[in-house]
């Protein structure tokens, strides 16, 4: 975002486009057409360095290289000739650059959402630490956040490793912390008091899942060749999918069979609004960002993946409305509370410290007070 919009470093444009599991360009700019690359090509070294992963290349086009610089690749071509080519670095035009009209729109719609949800996530977590379900509104809260910033390259140094590993493993325990968010809130499903082990069949391949996403991670980001003979990502990406899907799916299933069962007409009000928000945000996620770009519509109309954001951020903030305005877990109550008492006891230090500090004075100038002499009198 920061690289896009206003070139803080004043880095070239990325000259191609390369699949970093295969390593094969997908995309060039004119550039690299220039030079005589083409989509299909193998990339083999970058500035006299064999490639080791996308750290290096990041780092190199980041910091090292500056627009009017010669970037020497060497490539290999589908024949299996290979081909060595130096690329005349372009920098970003004024026009490439967003007006702050657009800046503003961008940050408003994947900017402020995801920082209101942070803090209600952290508020909830504040109010009641020792609920399990607190914890899992908090994941499931930061999703927005992980979900705009997939791709952040404008990190320094192994920074954006760190990142990618944080949106990566977030993005992977959304489902799971759904799903167990559905069966225990605001209490336990009845269909799990029955088959305790149908969560676990669902949550455990994701948590292999994670394992060896973050493992693939760290070949894709500093060990290409050792990544590549270790092909795993494109399974588990599969794999993963289906369960997410099946996370889901139950975790609605849950939320209905609850409102129709629910005890108290407030446990009813929460759940019908948390379902229609599922039903709507989850729906749009699936639909616009799962779907839709499997068909070229996707590709051409760019208001799409705004409606579907918009779409999609109902069920957060549902969920925030659930939590904050109808007082689910009566985070309001218990954060008075938890200020009344800390005013309290920093009030009753504060007391006792003044105490001891007057008493220390009093000692002091006792022991050094001068003695009255009685024969000078």
């Given at each position: 975002?920061?690289?896009n919009y206003?070139?803080?470093?004043?880095?070239?444009?990325?000259?191609f486009?390369?699949?970093?599991?295969?390593l094969k360009?997908?995309?060039?700019?004119?550039?690299a057409?220039?030079?005589?690359?083409?989509?299909g090509?193998?990339?083999?070294s970058?500035?006299?360095?064999?490639y080791?992963?996308?750290?290096?290349?990041l780092?190199?086009?980041?910091?090292?290289l500056?627009?009017?610089?010669t970037l020497?690749?060497?490539?290999?071509?589908?024949?299996?000739?290979?081909?060595q080519?130096g690329?005349?670095l372009?920098?970003?035009?004024?026009?490439?650059h967003?007006?702050?009209?657009?800046?503003?729109?961008?940050?408003a719609?994947y900017?402020?959402?995801?920082?209101?949800?942070l803090?209600?996530?952290?508020?909830?977590?504040?109010?009641?630490?020792?609920?399990?379900?607190?914890?899992?509104?908090?994941v499931?809260?930061t999703?927005?956040e992980?979900?705009f910033?997939?791709?952040?390259?404008?990190?320094?140094?192994?920074?954006?490793f760190?990142?990618?590993?944080w949106n990566?493993?977030q993005?992977?325990?959304?489902?799971?912390?759904?799903?167990?968010?559905?069966?225990?809130?605001?209490?336990?499903?009845?269909?799990?008091?029955?088959?305790?082990?149908?969560?676990?069949?669902?949550?455990?391949?994701?948590?292999?899942?994670?394992?060896?996403?973050?493992?693939?991670?760290?070949?894709?980001?500093f060990?290409?060749?050792?990544s590549?003979?270790?092909?795993?990502?494109?399974?588990?990406?599969?794999?993963v999918?289906?369960?997410?899907?099946?996370?889901?799916?139950l975790?609605?299933c849950a939320l209905?069979d609850?409102?129709?069962?629910a005890?108290?007409?407030?446990?009813?009000?929460?759940?019908?609004?948390?379902?229609?928000?599922?039903?709507?945000?989850?729906?749009?996620?699936?639909?616009?960002?799962?779907?839709?770009?499997?068909?070229?519509?996707h590709v051409?109309n760019?208001w799409?993946a705004g409606?579907g954001?918009?779409?999609?951020?109902?069920?957060p903030f549902?969920?925030a409305?659930?939590?904050?305005?109808?007082?689910?877990?009566?985070?309001?109550?218990?954060l008075?509370?938890?200020?009344?008492y800390?005013l309290?006891?920093a009030?009753?230090?504060?007391?006792?410290t003044g105490?001891?500090?007057g008493?220390?004075?009093l000692?002091?100038?006792s022991?050094?007070?001068?003695?009255?002499?009685t024969?000078?009198?």
């Amino acid at each position: 975002f920061i690289a896009n919009y206003f070139d803080l470093h004043h880095r070239p444009n990325t000259p191609f486009q390369f699949d970093i599991d295969s390593l094969k360009i997908s995309s060039l700019r004119p550039e690299a057409k220039q030079a005589g690359l083409a989509v299909g090509d193998t990339l083999i070294s970058l500035d006299g360095a064999r490639y080791t992963g996308e750290a290096g290349w990041l780092s190199l086009i980041r910091s090292k290289l500056h627009p009017g610089d010669t970037l020497q690749i060497a490539v290999r071509k589908p024949n299996g000739a290979t081909k060595q080519a130096g690329i005349h670095l372009t920098g970003r035009a004024s026009s490439e650059h967003a007006k702050f009209s657009e800046l503003g729109g961008i940050l408003a719609l994947y900017g402020l959402p995801p920082l209101i949800c942070l803090l209600i996530g952290y508020w909830v977590v504040a109010a009641r630490p020792r609920d399990f379900n607190a914890w899992l509104i908090l994941v499931v809260l930061t999703f927005p956040e992980t979900l705009f910033t997939i791709s952040s390259h404008w990190w320094p140094g192994n920074w954006d490793f760190w990142s990618m590993a944080w949106n990566q493993v977030q993005q992977l325990l959304t489902p799971a912390a759904l799903l167990l968010f559905g069966v225990y809130f605001p209490e336990r499903w009845r269909l799990d008091r029955k088959a305790p082990w149908l969560k676990l069949v669902l949550i455990a391949p994701i948590m292999v899942a994670v394992v060896l996403s973050t493992v693939m991670l760290v070949g894709e980001e500093f060990h290409s060749a050792w990544s590549q003979n270790f092909m795993l990502i494109q399974w588990t990406k599969r794999i993963v999918f289906g369960f997410a899907i099946a996370c889901i799916a139950l975790y609605c299933c849950a939320l209905a069979d609850k409102f129709h069962s629910a005890s108290t007409s407030d446990a009813r009000r929460r759940l019908q609004a948390l379902t229609a928000g599922s039903v709507v945000g989850l729906g749009s996620l699936l639909v616009f960002f799962v779907i839709l770009p499997l068909t070229p519509i996707h590709v051409h109309n760019w208001w799409i993946a705004g409606s579907g954001t918009i779409l999609f951020l109902v069920f957060p903030f549902t969920l925030a409305y659930v939590v904050v305005v109808q007082r689910a877990m009566d985070v309001r109550i218990l954060l008075r509370i938890g200020t009344k008492y800390a005013l309290a006891r920093a009030t009753l230090s504060a007391v006792r410290t003044g105490l001891l500090i007057g008493l220390s004075v009093l000692l002091v100038f006792s022991v050094r007070a001068p003695t009255i002499r009685t024969d000078a009198i």
